[in-house]
T-cell receptor, first 114, second 117 residues
Framework: NAGVTQTPKFRVLKTGQSMTLLCAQDMNHEYMYWYRQDPGMGLRLIHYSVGEGTTAKGEVPDGYNVSRLKKQNFLLGLESAAPSQTSVYFC?????????????FGPGTRLTVT | AQTVTQSQPEMSVQEAETVTLSCTYDTSESDYYLFWYKQPPSRQMILVIRQEAYKQQNATENRFSVNFQKAAKSFSLKISDSQLGDAAMYFCAYRTYSGAGSYQLTFGKGTKLSVIP
């Protein structure tokens, strides 16, 4: 049982390049989330999904797209990377309607855009 | 929108001593959930403790306990008998309804805790 995994762990992009971050969970959770963490800002929600084929915007969605084609995977895409997207990205998942409503986090992806 | 405020960017504590990290939040909801997460240098987010707003009793988990003051919208974390492994960033989080039966977490900006040997 690997929990929540993220690929890659580190990445350096040039401005304007595109990439996709992959989040996978093997806990059969319905809900999945993408956060970004910047120094002094805590974690902020980018996009989330309440089930396969559905996604919704969070607090800071601009410049990102997501897809959830399979229940266990949640992809975060950057179509044209900008230096402002330099951050650490976390994926999380949670089961539907189950106490203690804990979100299980992946190990994070450090992305640098030059 | 709910906001979570952690007013102490950094704190330090002597090993074996007690430290309290503060958190306040703003909400119009009457029933909600609050969490403290720990993020060590490894970056992994680890749930420390959780509190249901409708419960008056403060949650405890071994050396970790909370002081939940619902009227004051305050949710502080007390760490007793501090250990070197407690050194980390600590985030307070509020569970917010985000529609379609889903909930999201709103995080504070974090408090960096150092433990002095």
């Amino acid at each position: 049982n690997a929990g929540v995994t993220q690929t890659p762990k580190f990445r350096v992009l040039k401005t304007g390049q595109s990439m996709t971050l992959l989040c996978a969970q093997d806990m059969n959770h319905e809900y999945m989330y993408w956060y970004r963490q910047d120094p002094g800002m805590g974690l902020r929600l980018i996009h989330y999904s309440v089930g396969e084929g559905t996604t919704a915007k969070g607090e800071v969605p601009d410049g990102y797209n997501v897809s959830r084609l399979k229940k266990q995977n949640f992809l975060l895409g950057l179509e044209s990377a900008a230096p402002s997207q330099t951050s650490v990205y976390f994926c999380a998942s949670t089961p539907m309607g189950e106490w203690p409503y804990e979100q299980y986090f992946g190990p994070g992806t450090r992305l640098t855009v030059t | 929108a709910q906001t979570v405020t952690q007013s102490q960017p950094e704190m330090s504590v002597q090993e074996a001593e007690t430290v309290t990290l503060s958190c306040t939040y703003d909400t119009s909801e009457s029933d909600y959930y609050l969490f403290w997460y720990k993020q060590p240098p490894s970056r992994q987010m680890i749930l420390v403790i959780r509190q249901e707003a409708y419960k008056q009793q403060n949650a405890t988990e071994n050396r970790f306990s909370v002081n939940f003051q619902k009227a004051a919208k305050s949710f502080s974390l007390k760490i007793s008998d501090s250990q070197l492994g407690d050194a980390a960033m600590y985030f307070c989080a509020y569970r917010t309804y985000s529609g379609a039966g889903s909930y999201q977490l709103t995080f504070g900006k974090g408090t960096k805790l150092s433990v002095i040997p």
